[in-house]
């Protein structure tokens, strides 16, 4: 309930596109700022494999130059029949840079994932997130996600 | 999970008047709509308003509003008002044999159930409860045509 501290991202006009090579660098920049956790080869493996089964989308805004600059990403993919689940599109990460959040840039990411996801065949969208992430949960939730019926499992190898 | 009544009355108080920032409603009003007792949803209310969550409209006719953002405002923050979700996690020793081998690994798999529970009320605000109350309206409906 602190809405009073939030600040509504400013509402130069935001486009969203594929994903190019050389956006790869603030990709990682941003992923980095926001999870404490630089992953190049990920992304470039991704990125390699990048197609109508494995979206990947920029969102960008004009700077204060003029300039383009990188407002958020997200990329998914369409993966079958692992852990016995039908084809479904898997979002593996939709991020918006910390000052430009609040302005729907991360509703336009999350549709146009879906949209994709749509024409790849599939009906069906799912993700896995930190189970104390409240704010991407919250977000998540009101895109009208809610528990599907798999659990995550895991242990310490010793 | 089962919510006490004062928790659920203060949800279905909360997200009527969060439904209807444009209206002041009654108190009566809200316990003839969901059946409940002026008695116990007044003093649901006066919780509800110490919290800051509603305040009460003076003058012509009365009543209540929602006094919060409902895209802020979470199940979570109404539930705490009036339970211990997580009650016990934090809490020492108190349960019959909790300082057990045993009693530590029930503790172990009852907080793994505690962890999604409060990761799911936490995440859930009122305004994403409108889309699903939306929706169970459509599904009593019926079946869109075609
Ligand atoms: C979650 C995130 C993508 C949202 O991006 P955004 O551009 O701010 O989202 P939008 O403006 O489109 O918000 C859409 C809805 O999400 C919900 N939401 C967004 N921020 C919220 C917040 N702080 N609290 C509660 N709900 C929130 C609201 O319902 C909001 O609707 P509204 O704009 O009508 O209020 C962004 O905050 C983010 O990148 N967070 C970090 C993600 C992360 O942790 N990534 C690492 C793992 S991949």
């Known amino acids: 309930m602190d809405s009073a501290a939030e600040s509504r991202a400013e509402t130069a006009p935001v486009t969203l596109r594929d994903g190019r090579e050389d956006d790869l660098p603030a990709v990682i920049a941003l992923d980095a ?4 956790l630089e992953k190049e080869r990920y ?20 700077g204060p130059d003029g300039a383009a600059r990188l407002a958020g990403f997200s990329i998914g993919e369409v993966r079958a029949w692992e852990f016995g689940s039908p084809p479904c599109g898997w979002v593996f ?17 999350m549709d146009a994932i879906a949209e994709r996801f749509r024409e790849a065949g599939v009906k069906r969208m799912r993700t896995m997130l930190a189970r104390d992430n409240h704010l991407l949960m919250a977000f ?18 010793d | 999970m089962r ?45 509800l308003g110490r919290a800051g969550v509603v305040e009460s409209v003076r003058g012509a006719g009365g009543g209540f509003r929602f006094a919060g953002n409902a895209k802020r405002t979470t199940l ?3 539930i705490q008002i009036f339970e211990n979700v997580r009650g016990n996690a934090r809490a ?19 907080d793994e159930i505690d962890a999604i529970t409060e990761a799911t009320l936490r995440s859930i605000t009122l305004d994403t409860m409108f889309k699903l109350i939306q929706r169970q309206r459509q599904d009593a409906a019926g079946p869109a045509p075609g």
């Open chain 2, 3 to 47: 919510l006490q009544t004062a928790t659920r009355i203060a949800l279905y108080a909360t997200l009527e008047l969060a439904g209807n920032p444009e209206n002041q409603i009654t108190a009566s009003a809200i316990a003839e709509k969901y059946g409940i007792s002026i008695n116990h949803l007044a003093k649901v209310m006066r919780d």
């Open chain 1, 33 to 36: 700022r926001v999870t404490g």
């Open chain 1, 93 to 109: 990460a939709l991020t918006v840079d910390p000052e430009l959040r609040l302005g729907g840039i991360g509703s336009r990411l």
């Open chain 2, 76 to 78: 979570m923050d109404v």
């Open chain 2, 92 to 110: 020492p020793a108190r349960e019959p044999g909790e300082a057990t081998p045993a009693g530590q690994a029930l503790r172990q798999v009852l």
């Open chain 1, 140 to 157: 998540f939730r009101s895109h009208g996600m809610m528990a599907g019926p798999y659990i995550e499992l895991e242990k310490e190898l």
């Open chain 1, 43 to 62: 992304w470039r493996e991704l990125y390699s494999r990048r197609g109508k089964e494995l979206p990947f989308l920029v969102a960008e805004i004009a």
